[in-house]
T-cell receptor
């Protein structure tokens, strides 16, 4: 079955620690995205990548970093510079930027 | 700035019809998407409109008027499982998806 996986579903970290969220897709999609979702707000784009070894900042990239070394994988690192990292993080992919996006199940990060 | 407005919450009765509105002001327009999101889960794609008019897909229909910057999602024969948030998103001139905050739909028996 094709799809997007994110792990873990729940993640707890101490303040000041970096943490990496994984995102893997086997849909053969070129474009991949990371969003953050907070209660009462729309999805906000953190980073996106349209092709391997290339990625662009979204609206709220500060305090986050990504890599795209393989087509299937787009990990997100939440660094200690991110001031309010507790949120629900969603990874998505699409064939191209104009197409519907398919989402992974999300990772709920709580920083204590 | 870019803006998408949806009602925060709506309530409807099982078996009835509900219309969820979305108005947008974006820099350019390359299509409008509707997604469904159950609590704690990922959004799933419902519909896509790029031309004016109504797109029907089973119990769900979506309408677009580009001149008015307006869309609606129509849900018929409501079922309890339709209780979810419905997200409106517009693809702007840079092919960036701009998301609304979502409408939480509560279905009562």
């Amino acid at each position: 079955d094709g799809g997007i996986t994110q792990s873990p579903k729940y993640l707890f970290r101490k303040e000041g620690q970096n943490v990496t969220l994984s995102c893997e897709q086997n849909l053969n999609h070129d474009a991949m995205y990371w969003y953050r979702q907070d209660p009462g707000q729309g999805l906000r784009l953190i980073y996106y990548s349209q092709i391997v070894n290339d990625f662009q900042k979204g609206d709220i990239a500060e305090g986050y970093s990504v890599s795209r070394e393989k087509k299937e994988s787009f990990p997100l690192t939440v660094t200690s510079a991110q001031k309010n990292p507790t949120a629900f993080y969603l990874c998505a992919s699409s064939i191209a930027e104009v197409d519907e996006q398919f989402f992974g199940p999300g990772t709920r990060l709580t920083v204590l | 700035g870019q803006n998408i407005d949806q009602p925060t919450e709506m309530t409807a009765t099982e078996g009835a019809i509900v219309q969820i509105n979305c108005t947008y002001q974006t820099s350019g327009f390359n299509g409008l998407f509707w997604y469904q999101q159950h609590a704690g889960e990922a959004p799933t794609f419902l519909s896509y409109n790029v031309l004016d008019g109504l797109e029907e897909k089973g119990r769900f229909s979506s309408f677009l008027s580009r001149s008015k910057g307006y869309s609606y999602l129509l849900l018929k024969e409501l079922q309890m499982k339709d209780s979810a948030s419905y997200l409106c998103a517009v693809l702007d001139s840079n092919y960036q998806l701009i998301w609304g905050a979502g409408t939480k739909l509560i279905i009562k028996p």
